[in-house]
């Protein structure tokens, strides 16, 4: 298929959040782009569009995302946008996305995965053990909290809402003692300075999809279809399918207190999930192995198992 490729007079819209560390990956999808195609930057506008997200207001008062409409906060203007033509492509963190795609839109292209631990960020302590009991530490991630909660339960956990300057400028301002940011994030803004501990997967599993970068499109658009093959990341794609199923398989449509990493080796994807409790009263886990191309249905399968162990009412967010 021969396409037309954009130009600085018909650029390619791209549709990003307006936080820098959302600038930042919609920059980086540019320059991959651009790279890709032999392309001047200029044949890419980069267009930035207010979610609900990141209404001021919701941001300082620090309330759970589930209580203000859950993922789709960061997601419901930008994909108005591209359905009526106002945009292009749209850059997402992968972890903020919902399982299911407006009818319409696909999200089919990953960029390749940065580092996927939590970072510990803190002022004046060197790592979560060093906290004394009864410090206050602020995270708006359920999935951190009820970890926290579960390996800590004599910490003070606040909500703690916005980008990573706001929050670091809360911890200046004694709000909380620490917080956890993901590596990934503070790798793309080059703030690593601020980190004082990078928690293992072993210690802290991460969020679904948590270091990847997707790209969403019109189902019908066949230029950005093609464009975005040429910079998908396949790996990416085999792990996020695996814990993309996994979370939908437990609740993918709001924010939920449950941890997920698949990893590859040679033609092997491993898995490991965990589901929490809320109040991190409890944790359930499990791991498994399959082949790459099972990924999807490994995921499913870990989720049953799990649901199967919790027994009712173990998700008491959906009572």
């Known amino acids: 298929m021969t396409i037309t490729l954009p130009t600085p007079t018909s650029p390619l819209r791209i549709g990003t959040r ?34 609900t997200g990141d209404d001021r207001a919701l941001i300082d008062a620090d309330k759970p995302l589930k209580e203000l409409g859950g993922k789709g906060l960061f997601t419901r203007e930008i994909e108005q946008d591209m359905l009526s033509g106002k945009i292009d492509i749209a850059v997402h963190s992968m972890k903020d996305m919902p399982v299911l795609q407006p009818e319409g839109l696909v999200l089919d292209c990953y960029l390749p995965r940065e580092d996927v631990r939590d970072a510990f960020i803190s002022p004046d302590h060197a790592s979560l053990t060093d906290l004394p009991e009864g410090a206050v530490v602020g995270s708006s991630s359920l999935r951190r909290r009820a970890q926290l909660a579960h390996r800590r339960p004599d910490l003070t956990l606040v909500e703690f809402r916005g980008n990573v300057q706001t929050r670091m400028k809360k911890l200046e301002e004694g709000v909380a003692q620490a917080t956890f940011l993901a590596m990934a994030g503070l790798n793309r803004l080059q703030m690593t300075q601020v980190v004082r501990t990078a928690i293992a997967p072993e210690d802290m599993l991460p969020a679904v999809a948590q270091g990847a970068i997707g790209i969403e499109r019109r189902a019908d658009d066949s230029r950005a279809a093609e464009m975005l093959e040429a910079i998908h990341d396949t790996p990416t794609g085999q792990r996020l399918a695996a814990e993309r199923a996994f979370l939908a398989a437990l609740d993918g449509s709001c924010e939920t207190p449950i941890a997920g990493l698949a990893e590859l080796s040679g033609g092997t994807l491993h898995l490991r999930g965990e589901i929490l409790r809320t109040d991190g009263s409890e944790s359930l886990t499990d791991a498994a192995d399959a082949p790459i191309e099972d990924g999807a249905a490994l995921g499913r399968d870990m989720a049953q198992r799990l649901l199967t162990r919790a027994g009712k009412n173990f998700f008491d967010w959906r009572t």
Request: glycine fraction near 2%; hydrophobic fraction near 55%; charged fraction near 20%.
């Open 18 to 51: 307006g936080s820098p560390l959302a600038l930042a990956q919609a920059h980086e999808t540019r320059d991959r782009l651009a790279a890709a195609f032999d392309l001047p930057p200029a044949a890419f506008e980069i267009v930035v569009i207010k979610t």
